[in-house]
């Protein structure tokens, strides 16, 4: 499922890797576990400058994909707010020309936590990071 979400946004003209060393499956809705990875890849897309990294990986029971970009990453405020509700809309557009409401980091954390997870989002040396955890079925 992440390859084939990676696979619609290679068009945009950024390099996509997805690095993994193994399968691993999650239990859950598909339409949900599915538009959260499309909502994370497509923001890294849209800030990255040349790449965005997608790592797949297993953590003491959990499937974790990691997606970064090489871009401004998260503003401040961003960050404190990410995934809440906020009590009043409004549209934003950011230094990318986006428009933004603001739902699909309440999107991605309701998925994450409605199947067990959670979702982190941080500033890496380069860029932003989203690090999804899902429990891992067996």
């Known amino acids: 499922m992440v390859r084939d979400e990676a696979e619609h946004f290679r068009h945009l003209g950024k390099s996509i890797v997805v690095e993994t060393s193994q399968p691993l499956t999650v239990a859950g809705d598909h339409l949900l576990l599915r538009r959260m990875l499309k909502n994370a890849i497509q923001n890294a897309v849209s800030f990255a400058q040349s790449e965005v990294k997608i790592k797949l990986s297993e953590q003491v029971g959990f499937a974790q994909i990691e997606v970064?970009?090489?871009g401004p990453g998260f503003k401040p405020e961003a960050l404190r707010g990410f995934g809440e509700k906020r009590g009043t809309r409004r549209l934003d557009v950011d230094d990318h020309g986006r428009l933004s409401v603001g739902l699909g980091s309440v999107i991605m954390k309701t998925?994450?936590?409605?199947h067990g997870g959670k979702l982190v989002a941080t500033n890496?040396?380069?860029?932003?990071?989203?690090t999804i955890q899902i429990p891992i079925s067996l």
Request: aromatic share 0%; net charge negative.
């Open 68 to 70: 970064s970009d090489d």
């Open 111 to 114: 998925a994450a936590e409605l």
């Open 124 to 130: 890496g040396d380069r860029g932003a990071i989203l």
